[in-house]
């Protein structure tokens, strides 16, 4: 089975070594993951359907084609992760190897429920914005939140998605993060159904 997964930038690709550790503890088979990385935003309109046909095709196709998308963007494009899934479905078309995800509001919603860590790595106390993380709101969405904390906390630096995503994620249990957050377990659960083993209740 091999999956291309298109992400927005470098935290996605932070999350891919925990992604890979987790799914090994789950499949006898690993799939063949290829996570491609758009530095900013993923495609849209014609230019997803053509990425996402040139995927499914030709000598080195893939089985299926997953794309992660944030819903905030910088942009008013998608009102809430069940818009942007319909927006993307609607450009590819109607495709049966293509799945659309989105993270809401963005990516830093699956980091939250790692509150804990952040606040050691920021070396604050400030309090958890809220027990649902994808539900924390689009004006101030959970990377902000992040970079908040960080930039009152006393390690006196902001946040790096490059260098602190990865440190957040380190030697977590991704579960804690799936049992709170929808739009990741239906993400996880997409190729768990792929690789057709069990899904995550």
């Given amino acids: 089975m091999r999956i291309a997964i298109l992400v927005e930038g470098v935290t996605e690709k932070a999350f891919e070594p925990i992604l890979r550790d987790f799914l090994k503890s789950r499949l006898q088979q690993m799939p063949k993951l290829k996570f491609i990385s758009y530095d900013g935003r993923i495609p849209k309109a014609e230019k997803l359907k053509r990425n996402v046909d040139n995927l499914l095709m030709g000598k080195d196709a893939h089985d299926a084609v997953i794309a992660l998308t944030d819903v905030y963007t910088g942009t008013n494009d998608f009102k809430d992760a069940a ?13 049966p190897n293509f799945y659309p995800h989105a993270a809401q509001y963005d990516f830093e919603a699956w980091l939250l429920p790692y509150w804990s860590t952040i606040q ?30 960080f930039e009152t906390g006393k390690c006196q630096r902001s946040y790096s998605k490059t260098r602190d995503a990865a440190k957040i994620l380190k030697n977590q249990d991704l579960m804690v993060s799936v049992n709170q957050c929808p739009e990741l377990k239906a993400f996880i659960n997409t190729i768990l159904s792929l690789c057709e083993v069990d899904l995550i209740p």
């Fill in 83 to 95: 818009d942007a899934k319909d927006k993307m479905r609607a450009w590819v078309g109607n495709n």
């Fill in 120 to 149: 050691n790595l920021a070396i604050s106390n400030k309090s958890t914005p809220g027990s649902l993380p994808e539900q924390v709101n689009h004006g101030n969405p959970p990377s902000y939140r992040i970079k908040e904390i």
